[in-house]
């Protein structure tokens, strides 16, 4: 099992930025695809950026492709999602999320097998 804890979130005004960091630890961290999500109140958790094992593979989601950056450094064990250019509707708890499964570079959330709790992202216009 990967522990991940998420860190960054905070308040942020629109056309600003953060960056959000993800710490793990546990098992080899280096082998896994990990990924970013985030879930708004009253809505579904939704997929945001992936990246493979070495930062060679990375995908996002439409809504956020050209401000959003996804980033790994191995040797620290952390992932990061540098955001910038942010909107009000990318308000929400955004998580981070480890994929065991060797090779995978999955969007979908129901791949991923172990969780962060999540940090607050708040956006305001």
């Known amino acids: 099992q990967v522990q991940l804890v998420e860190t960054g979130g905070g308040l942020a005004q629109a056309g600003g930025s953060l960056r959000l960091s993800c710490a793990a630890s546990?098992?080899?961290?280096?082998?896994?695809?990990m990924g970013w999500f985030r879930q708004a109140p009253g809505k579904d958790r939704e997929f945001v950026a992936v990246?493979?094992?070495?930062?060679?593979?990375?995908y996002y989601a439409d809504s956020v492709k050209g401000r959003f950056t996804i980033s790994r450094d191995n040797a620290k064990n952390t992932v990061y999602l540098q955001m910038s250019t942010l909107k009000p509707e990318d308000s929400a708890v955004y998580y981070c999320?480890?994929?065991?499964?060797?090779?995978?570079?999955?969007?979908?959330?129901?791949?991923?097998?172990?969780w962060g709790q999540g940090t607050q992202v708040t956006v305001s216009s």
């Open positions: 990246i493979n094992w070495n930062g060679g593979v990375t």
């Open positions: 546990g098992r080899a961290f280096s082998r896994f695809s």
């Open positions: 999320a480890a994929d065991t499964r060797w090779g995978r570079v999955s969007t979908r959330a129901y791949e991923y097998e172990d």
